[in-house]
């Protein structure tokens, strides 16, 4: 038996690959099936199952794609209701890979049909469990992003995942190996670890989700209390993993179409298409195409493509560094965004040699910023509401990146403002949104927040009520 865990870090992903006997089974995979294809090449296997936890809101999973260049059986636990054959599986289920055994257990509460795969080794020992997103290391999937209608609450779904855990999981043996679909950096869960996978024991020792003392109202205020909004295209990706999608190879190749810079500018002008530049931070605010929105390829891509650009059939076209054009329209249609139509061709320097006009960003570092700031500038700072809480400048205002597009009424195209984050990460992106939309006005700080705490700027810093005497 084999088990292997194929994690994706800009999405704190991650998929298993199970074999044994010459037989394999993909759990949760993402959008690109290569990967897959040729691991069961080199190991000379037949993918046989593809088991999906639940249906993905933060991904579209690869499985329709990957089921028909197999033949391999998709299968889903109770409740799974799709657009595309499947095999719904009942609760106590057993399917059979070569010398090893995979066992249903629906555990629904983070979505209705949410299902834990059990894995029972040649022995028929229980040897782990595929959890998904009903437990992660350190926290158990939210309870609010399957919420069907208005009988159906996030205070409903979390009762039931208080009985899944309780019933289905913590029942388990304690040297079980516990796989779940996510860790640090997902927006699925509240608290995750940057483990990726632990023992059912540890688990049950140090997950707060799991301790026994607690009643299931106290289970259901915890795991619902300070969640804050999903992003956008979580209800969208989730449907797109119900109905089916354009295969991955179409995407791909209309995405990988190199244009020149006249081209590239033509198409721009006739598709109205948006200008997505990926290259590094450092790089883009030196030089950018005008009206271009820079999301780096190197941060949480994808996380922030799905949160920051509705549409998902918006046309776009890529400005990347040479050699990862192509890993960027990949990266985009792992969720959803399947209309990349071209990129430039040979980079921005192409852009720069052919003389077309370039825009820039103002940006300064954290020793610039302290050395022009007194408390009547205005300050954005574009981290998330929990970060701005713990600490921020006194006389800053939170502008948070991930609902940026909700807000932009609250800044004036008249007024100055320096924009920073946790990096310079985030605040290059937002700098590169409100450039776009017309805001002229911008300075840019790229630096540590802790320079900047360190620095003579003043800042507020959020004391625990239970420290004060």
Same mark, same amino acid.
């Given at each position: 038996?084999?088990?292997?865990?194929?994690? #994706?870090?800009?999405?704190?992903?991650?998929?298993?690959?199970?074999? &044994?006997?010459?037989?394999?089974?993909?759990?949760?995979?993402?959008?690109?099936?290569?990967?897959?294809?040729?691991?069961?090449?080199?190991?000379?296997?037949?993918?046989?199952?593809?088991?999906?936890?639940?249906?993905?809101?933060?991904?579209?999973? +690869?499985?329709?794609? %990957?089921?028909?260049?197999?033949?391999?059986?998709?299968?889903?636990?109770?409740?799974?209701?799709?657009?595309?054959?499947?095999?719904?599986?009942?609760?106590?289920?057993?399917?059979? %890979?070569?010398?090893? #055994?995979?066992?249903?257990?629906?555990?629904?509460?983070?979505?209705?049909?949410?299902?834990?795969?059990?894995?029972?080794?040649?022995?028929?020992?229980?040897?782990?469990?595929?959890?998904?997103?009903?437990?992660?290391?350190?926290?158990?999937?939210?309870?609010?992003?399957?919420?069907?209608?208005?009988?159906?609450?996030?205070?409903? %779904?979390?009762?039931?995942?208080?009985?899944?855990?309780?019933?289905?999981?913590?029942?388990?043996?304690?040297?079980?190996?516990?796989?779940?679909?996510?860790?640090?950096?997902?927006?699925?869960?509240?608290?995750?670890?940057?483990?990726?996978?632990?023992?059912?024991?540890?688990?049950?020792?140090?997950?707060?989700?799991?301790?026994?003392?607690? #009643?299931?109202?106290?289970?259901?205020?915890?795991?619902?209390?300070?969640?804050?909004?999903?992003?956008?295209?979580?209800?969208?990706?989730?449907?797109?993993?119900?109905?089916?999608?354009?295969?991955?190879?179409?995407?791909?190749?209309?995405?990988?179409?190199?244009?020149?810079?006249?081209?590239?500018?033509?198409?721009?002008?006739?598709?109205?298409? %948006?200008?997505?530049?990926?290259? &590094?931070?450092?790089?883009?605010?030196?030089?950018?195409?005008?009206?271009?929105?820079?999301? +780096?390829?190197?941060?949480?891509?994808?996380?922030?493509?799905?949160?920051?650009?509705?549409?998902?059939?918006?046309?776009?076209?890529?400005?990347?560094?040479?050699?990862?054009?192509?890993?960027?329209?990949?990266?985009?249609?792992?969720?959803?965004?399947?209309?990349?139509?071209?990129?430039?061709?040979?980079?921005?320097?192409?852009?720069?040699?052919?003389?077309?006009?370039?825009?820039?960003?103002?940006?300064?570092?954290?020793?610039?910023?302290?050395?022009?700031?007194?408390?009547?500038?205005?300050?954005?700072?574009?981290?998330?509401?929990?970060?701005?809480?713990?600490?921020?400048?006194?006389?800053?205002?939170?502008?948070?990146?991930?609902?940026?597009?909700?807000?932009? &009424?609250?800044?004036?195209?008249?007024?100055?403002?320096?924009?920073?984050?946790? &990096?310079?990460?985030?605040? #290059?992106?937002?700098?590169?949104?409100?450039?776009?939309?017309?805001?002229?006005?911008?300075?840019?700080?790229?630096?540590?927040?802790?320079?900047?705490?360190?620095?003579?700027?003043?800042?507020?810093?959020?004391?625990?009520?239970?420290?004060?005497?």
């Amino acid at each position: 038996m084999k088990v292997e865990q194929i994690y #994706t870090g800009c999405l704190a992903q991650g998929a298993y690959y199970i074999e &044994s006997d010459g037989e394999a089974a993909i759990i949760d995979p993402l959008r690109e099936t290569a990967p897959y294809l040729e691991k069961a090449k080199e190991n000379n296997t037949k993918i046989k199952y593809i088991f999906e936890t639940h249906f993905h809101a933060d991904f579209v999973s +690869g499985h329709i794609d %990957l089921a028909k260049k197999t033949g391999a059986k998709i299968i889903y636990g109770p409740n799974a209701d799709t657009a595309y054959e499947k095999h719904l599986a009942k609760d106590g289920e057993e399917f059979q %890979l070569g010398k090893v #055994t995979f066992k249903i257990l629906h555990t629904p509460g983070h979505t209705p049909e949410s299902t834990t795969f059990l894995l029972k080794d040649e022995q028929g020992k229980e040897h782990a469990i595929f959890t998904g997103d009903t437990l992660f290391i350190g926290d158990v999937g939210r309870p609010d992003l399957a919420q069907k209608n208005g009988s159906l609450t996030k205070e409903d %779904l979390a009762g039931w995942l208080y009985d899944s855990l309780r019933n289905k999981i913590m029942t388990l043996p304690d040297d079980v190996i516990v796989y779940p679909a996510h860790g640090a950096g997902s927006a699925c869960g509240k608290n995750m670890s940057s483990e990726t996978w632990d023992t059912l024991g540890n688990q049950k020792a140090n997950n707060y989700a799991l301790r026994t003392d607690m #009643t299931k109202a106290e289970f259901i205020k915890e795991v619902t209390d300070g969640l804050l909004p999903p992003p956008d295209y979580f209800a969208k990706n989730a449907k797109l993993n119900k109905t089916g999608y354009e295969s991955i190879d179409a995407v791909m190749e209309r995405g990988a179409k190199a244009l020149s810079p006249r081209e590239f500018e033509v198409v721009a002008n006739e598709t109205d298409a %948006l200008i997505l530049d990926v290259r &590094s931070k450092e790089t883009f605010v030196k030089g950018f195409i005008p009206n271009a929105i820079f999301i +780096g390829l190197d941060g949480s891509f994808a996380p922030w493509v799905g949160a920051l650009i509705p549409d998902l059939m918006q046309p776009i076209l890529i400005v990347a560094e040479k050699g990862r054009e192509e890993e960027t329209v990949k990266r985009l249609a792992r969720v959803g965004y399947d209309n990349a139509i071209g990129y430039l061709d040979g980079g921005f320097e192409a852009w720069e040699e052919s003389g077309k006009e370039v825009d820039r960003i103002e940006t300064i570092d954290v020793s610039a910023f302290a050395e022009a700031y007194d408390e009547k500038i205005s300050v954005l700072d574009v981290r998330k509401p929990t970060e701005w809480k713990s600490e921020h400048i006194e006389t800053g205002a939170n502008f948070p990146l991930d609902y940026i597009n909700k807000h932009m &009424s609250e800044v004036n195209k008249e007024e100055t403002y320096y924009m920073h984050c946790r &990096s310079g990460y985030r605040s #290059t992106v937002a700098a590169s949104i409100l450039k776009a939309r017309g805001f002229e006005k911008l300075i840019n700080v790229q630096g540590k927040f802790d320079d900047i705490a360190a620095s003579s700027i003043p800042t507020t810093v959020y004391v625990c009520p239970s420290t004060l005497k």
